[in-house]
């Protein structure tokens, strides 16, 4: 986070905590540059988390992929090409079942649904045996999407990997799965 924007938070905080406690503390022995200084080495240390990288690789890889999209000319966004890709691949699927294998709510697949279908990449029809769920199609510009970025979403995830030896690249899927592994709640 950027510094001035750190600061002004931290400003607009103690603002807040002198609000509630003004009137019974002494300011004259408050030290604000001891606070400011210990606020910041915690974020210091939040930049060193495991976890904390981990949530910035994956967005900056998803920024590099959304605009490896562009820079070739595909009008579709990671997610709406991750969905497309599923129902490619699950053609029978519910949205429920495509919000569980792409990770994102059901509110969210159902609205980039609705975009692919207003973009011409997919039909959405009522399903011939229960009227309460929808049919998806891949229309042809889905297609000829699919076929494109089958062929370029390799290079990018290579191109996001180069340098790394595939026995690195093998222990991280491990450790990721271990991670995932121990997060899964257990019946006790």
Not at 110 to 125: A, C, H, K, M, S
Not at 146 to 164: D, S, W, Y
Request: aromatic share 10%; proline share 3%.
């Amino acid at each position: 986070m950027n510094l001035k924007i750190t600061q002004f938070i931290q400003r607009k905080i103690l603002k807040q905590i002198f609000k509630i406690f003004l009137p019974i503390i002494d300011i004259s022995t408050i030290d604000f540059k001891y606070i400011c200084h210990n606020n910041l080495k915690s974020m210091k240390k939040l930049t060193t988390s495991f976890f904390y990288n981990l949530e910035k690789t994956v967005k900056i890889y998803r920024q590099f992929f959304q605009n490896q999209f562009k820079i070739n000319g595909f009008d579709i966004t990671l997610d709406q090409w991750l969905i497309l890709n599923t129902v490619a691949e699950y053609p029978d699927c519910t949205q429920n079942d495509i919000a569980e294998k792409v990770f994102k709510d059901k509110a969210s697949v159902t609205r980039i649904i609705e975009l692919l279908v207003q973009n011409g990449f997919l039909l959405r029809d009522i399903h011939p045996t229960n009227r309460r769920m929808f049919q998806l199609t891949i229309t042809e510009k889905g297609l000829e999407t699919i076929e494109k970025l089958t062929e370029l979403v390799p290079k990018i995830r290579q191109k996001a990997l180069e340098g790394i030896e595939p026995a690195s690249v093998s222990a991280a899927q491990e450790m990721l799965e271990m991670i995932v592994q121990n997060c899964i709640p257990t019946s006790s």
